[in-house]
């Protein structure tokens, strides 16, 4: 078992980007799947994109646009391999990032 400890003012978040954006690995051991808590800062956006592998996404505190929809506090997006997305943040925002290596398999539809 790991668990890791953190607060807002953590100071082992490295930077993510040249926008201010910065991250801080929770999980990344080699067993194919990553999970990291990333901070955004206001305004900051990443236009159209996809990624090789899926990718989970729960929003911890503030809120974010990805591909049109505003996702605020507890809510939770998951992107397949090659999705396509777009990002914007529409306040100082702190997610709760996975993904993994295992491109072959879709999630079952699991919603109400």
Same mark, same amino acid.
């Given at each position: 078992?790991?668990?890791?400890?953190?607060?807002?003012?953590? $100071?082992?978040?490295?930077?993510?980007?040249?926008?201010?954006?910065?991250?801080?690995?929770?999980?990344?051991?080699?067993?194919?799947?990553?999970?990291?808590?990333?901070?955004?800062?206001?305004?900051?956006?990443?236009?159209?994109?996809?990624?090789?592998?899926?990718?989970? =996404?729960?929003?911890?505190?503030?809120?974010?646009?990805?591909?049109?929809?505003?996702?605020?506090?507890?809510?939770?997006?998951?992107?397949?391999?090659?999705?396509?997305?777009?990002?914007?943040?529409?306040?100082?925002?702190?997610? =709760?990032? $996975?993904?993994?290596?295992?491109? $072959?398999?879709?999630?079952?539809?699991? $919603?109400?």
């Amino acid at each position: 078992m790991k668990i890791t400890r953190l607060n807002e003012r953590d $100071s082992r978040f490295r930077p993510f980007d040249a926008n201010g954006g910065e991250y801080l690995d929770l999980w990344n051991d080699g067993l194919g799947v990553t999970a990291q808590i990333y901070r955004f800062p206001k305004g900051t956006s990443y236009p159209e994109h996809t990624h090789d592998t899926w990718e989970q =996404l729960m929003v911890l505190s503030g809120r974010l646009r990805i591909s049109g929809v505003i996702l605020e506090a507890g809510d939770f997006a998951f992107t397949v391999p090659g999705e396509t997305h777009a990002v914007e943040n529409l306040e100082d925002t702190v997610v =709760l990032i $996975s993904y993994g290596k295992s491109a $072959s398999q879709k999630p079952e539809d699991h $919603s109400d």
